[in-house]
């Protein structure tokens, strides 16, 4: 195997940009699929595409982190946003999954509600990476996300307070909790990809 003496920046970064590119593009389906709720299990196979791509993306950028010897940032750095980016779209397939595993008749507007968060959090998330390469001017972009994930906090946790008020049955209160957590999963999931990028750029 070749091994590469000199960084292939470029590589690096469009695969990092199409990443979380990949998860805008699955948020934006989910929260198509909880508005409309035409078609669920149409919508569940939409989703899981992307999120099959977004494991191609991580995987390439894994096979360039072996096979070159020099890299932009450090290494461990690179493996944490590439794996980062792609448990964002793990968690949010697996939300809609749920949707047609459980045949949910409708979404609820705390789904809805945290369907319109992911796509919002997403959307930092890509601005930030897309900045990246130049390791400045990211302040602002982990910022909200930080700000837009405590918002998600706070429907989650009004949901599942909610949910266990006593005028659920038992396997609706299962079923949106399971729901609701994968959804604060994948919000979750994109302020640690924040909190990877902070790191990169205060090391720089």
């Given at each position: 195997m070749r091994i590469r003496l000199f960084p292939k920046d470029p590589a690096f970064f469009d695969l990092f940009n199409s990443s979380a590119d990949?998860?805008?593009e699955g948020a934006q389906l989910y929260l198509e699929m909880c508005e409309r709720y035409e078609d669920p299990a149409a919508s569940h196979k939409l989703i899981r595409e992307k999120e099959h791509q977004g494991d191609e993306y991580t995987h390439e950028i894994i096979r360039n982190l072996n096979t070159t010897?020099?890299?932009p940032f450090d290494r461990e750095d690179i493996h944490a946003l590439a794996t980062g980016l792609d448990d964002i779209m793990d968690f949010v397939e697996a939300a809609?999954?749920?949707f047609v595993l459980h045949q949910i008749g409708q979404p609820t507007a705390t789904a809805i509600e945290q369907a319109r968060i992911l796509v919002r959090i997403t959307q930092e998330v890509a601005a930030g990476v897309h900045g990246l390469r130049k390791f400045k001017g990211l302040e602002k972009h982990w910022v909200e996300i930080n700000e837009i994930e405590n918002?998600?906090?706070?429907i989650?946790?009004?949901?599942?307070?909610?949910l266990f008020s006593?005028?659920?049955?038992a396997l609706e209160v299962l079923?949106?909790?399971?729901l609701y957590e994968q959804a604060e999963e994948a919000i979750d999931a994109c302020e640690k990809v924040?909190?990877?990028?902070e790191a990169i750029v205060l090391k720089q």
């Open positions: 990949n998860a805008v010897f020099v890299t809609a999954d749920i918002e998600g906090d706070t989650h946790r009004r949901a599942v307070a909610e006593g005028d659920h049955k079923t949106w909790k399971e924040a909190n990877i990028l």
